[in-house]
């Protein structure tokens, strides 16, 4: 290209803006706030007056499920669950305005599902317990899920359109990372858990970090091969190497390993579907990628003075090898499934897991893996969900193996829900956007009509 297009010329001007926002909250906290409430305003504004045309909610929602843990972590959410309630309900309005597919309705039966381990719980739960809290820790995750899933499943989107929604996604993240660069800006004058890093992610959960910072990786990872413009690839191999450090020095390695799982899922199916020219050119930057993965590598390596090699190996600061790679939570699994297999039919209602760990096991800690969740808190009506769940996208994709991203994305949704449940609305919504039918716009006209058929 001889120029750079006002897309690419937006991509730029959207860094920046949140290299901005970054350095707002970082020397003004409170701003925080104000800018989340702005970002709800302007979508919502945006939605209602352009009647969801563009997908304009799902721009909105993808903006918030990314930009949730952030906005957490700097105290501008209103309450916990801000981020999922907001993903639900500007979908809800998009669906208000342009409706859904027909054949959503196994979505509708997994929400529905949800319903009776509520009324369990209110018959399972101590006299102390409150219970509205409980429900809407354990049920906000899995409800955004299936609202984005309605929203999404069978929806035609433009891939102009879809293209915003990935940036939308990503630009909260983005501010993120600067975010944390400016708070623990180097790594070798500070002291190093092996077990959670909280010095590298501001006294935040490394778990959620990992995370959302394995997505950023694996989203700028994909725009390598998909956005084909030389200035923009060598800005997103930049923040790649940013986003991929700051990952991996939370010493949290579920969102790492999660990152590596979607970006070669991602490869091998475009891989696949391109033809021998466009994979000459694939070969060369997948080399470029597995440099730059390497260079992230060790240079973490270096910064962490060789602990982080431990704890990738599974090894204590000693190098001793260590027994249980899970970090006790295959105990909790264990913990549910045998909740599961004592209450198969109704399960022991939705947020008694916390509780029945308590009273049998002494453990105080919340479920880190949502299929065991859903089937101890929901018996086999949850199996019936985790099926729904894993099948009805499989169905579809053999129908229709235009989304160069579902593969990827679904193996996000599954990775993370199995080492970190569904406490934040990422998962789900990522979920959601592996159901999208993403029309090219070189080789389809642009249609309004929903595919219903």
């Known amino acids: 290209m001889a120029g750079i297009s006002r897309y690419q010329f ?13 350095l707002s909250v970082y020397f003004f906290r409170p701003s925080s706030s104000f800018i989340l409430l702005g970002v709800i305003v302007y979508f919502l504004f945006l939605t209602i007056v352009k009647e969801n045309n563009n997908n304009e909610a799902l721009m909105g929602a993808a903006y918030i499920a990314g930009g949730e843990v952030f906005f957490r972590q700097t105290d ?20 208000f305005f342009k409706g859904t597919s027909s054949r959503t309705s196994p979505y509708w039966t997994y929400l529905l599902i949800l319903i009776p381990g509520v009324v369990v719980a209110s018959i399972t739960m101590s006299y102390e317990a409150e219970i509205r809290k409980l429900v809407a820790f354990n049920l906000s995750g899995p409800v955004a899920l299936g609202i984005t899933a309605i929203y999404c499943y069978y929806k035609k989107i433009r891939e102009k359109d879809f293209q915003a929604v990935i940036s939308f996604l990503l630009m909260p993240l983005i501010a993120h990372m600067f975010y944390l660069y400016l708070y623990t800006p180097n790594m070798v004058d500070v002291g190093i858990n092996l077990q959670a890093n ?23 990872a994909m725009r390598l091969f998909i956005i084909k413009h030389k200035l923009i690839n060598l800005i997103d191999i930049v923040l790649l190497g940013m986003m991929g450090y ?8 579920g969102g790492v390993f999660t990152a590596i799982v979607c970006i070669v899922a991602f490869l091998v199916f475009l891989y696949y579907k391109k033809g021998s020219r466009e994979k000459y050119r ?6 470029l990628l597995g440099v730059a993965s390497l260079i992230i590598w060790l240079f973490s390596l270096a910064q962490t003075g060789g602990l982080l090699g431990n704890r990738y190996t599974n090894r204590n600061a000693a190098g001793q090898l260590k027994k249980d790679i899970t970090t006790g939570r295959a105990e909790l699994v264990e913990t549910e499934l045998q909740a599961f297999l004592n209450h198969p039919v109704t399960g022991i209602g939705v947020g008694k897991g916390y509780e029945y760990r308590l009273e049998n096991q002494d453990i105080s800690i919340a479920t880190h893996n ?43 949704w599954f990775l993370t829900i199995n080492h970190s449940a569904m406490r934040i609305a990422l998962p789900g919504f990522v979920y959601g956007l592996a159901l999208l039918y993403i029309v090219d716009d070189k080789k389809h006209p642009v249609h309004r009509k929903r595919l219903t058929d």
């Open 282 to 287: 694939l070969n060369f930057k997948i080399l």
């Open 370 to 412: 949502e299929i065991s969740r859903m089937l101890s808190e929901h018996g086999l009506l949850g199996l019936v969900a985790i099926l729904i769940l894993i099948l009805v996208p499989i169905i579809f994709w053999t129908k229709f193996k235009n989304n160069y991203y579902f593969l990827a994305f679904l193996a996000f």
């Open 246 to 253: 700051r990952a991996l020095i939370t010493f949290s390695r």
């Open 198 to 220: 909280y010095v590298a992610t501001g006294g935040y959960g490394p778990n959620q970090i990992s995370t959302v910072f394995g997505l950023g990786a694996v989203l700028l």
């Open 76 to 95: 501008a959410m209103f309450f916990y669950e801000t981020g999922k309630y907001m993903v639900i309900i500007f979908l809800l309005i998009g669906m």
């Open 10 to 22: 937006n991509y730029i001007e959207l860094v920046l803006i949140h290299l901005g926002m970054a």
